[in-house]
């Protein structure tokens, strides 16, 4: 993911209102993140309970969308210059899963952390009008480290380092697929 400033981030929402944008509060270590680490950017507001916020960075043909305040047109996501880039503002639900959950994003057999149902309310009319997505996610979003841990060897001859690649590409589709479907209230629902 390419490093990114306050502005760039702010500007990238498409599912909030200027209140709540101006709500959002910044990871605590925004300023030392590594992001060639990250494949998405996502953090719990510490300030609102229950709200988290996700950045993903969705390729130049990402799906057409309203960025905050637009007037529905069909901008490019954050039509304040942010091609490709896909900001979400996530509210987590109030019950946990009952049993061991699988986040949908990394997909990760051996989670070491927990992971909660969060909802995004779809962007533009759709949104207004009540129309949210949810998924399974790991509930201090550490998706990206858990794809870059190496998996246990399968049988010999096994690459590990080709299967971790493959994981980090996997995790970065689910995600880019996961933000169009809040931009495009008629996408299927993402896996």
Known sequence: MQPLDEKTLRASFVNTSRKELSDLTLPDDFDTLDFSRLDYLGWRDRRIARRAYAVVPAGPDAAAGDGPGSSGSGSVPGSAGVPGLIGIMLKQAEASPRTRAQCSLCQDVQLPNDVVLFSARRAGPAGRNGNTIASLVCSRFECSTNVRKLPATAYVG????????????????????FARAVLDPAAPPTP
Do not use: G
């Open 158 to 177: 096994f690459d590990v380092e080709a299967a971790r690649t493959d994981r980090i590409a996997s995790l970065r589709s689910r995600v880019a697929a």
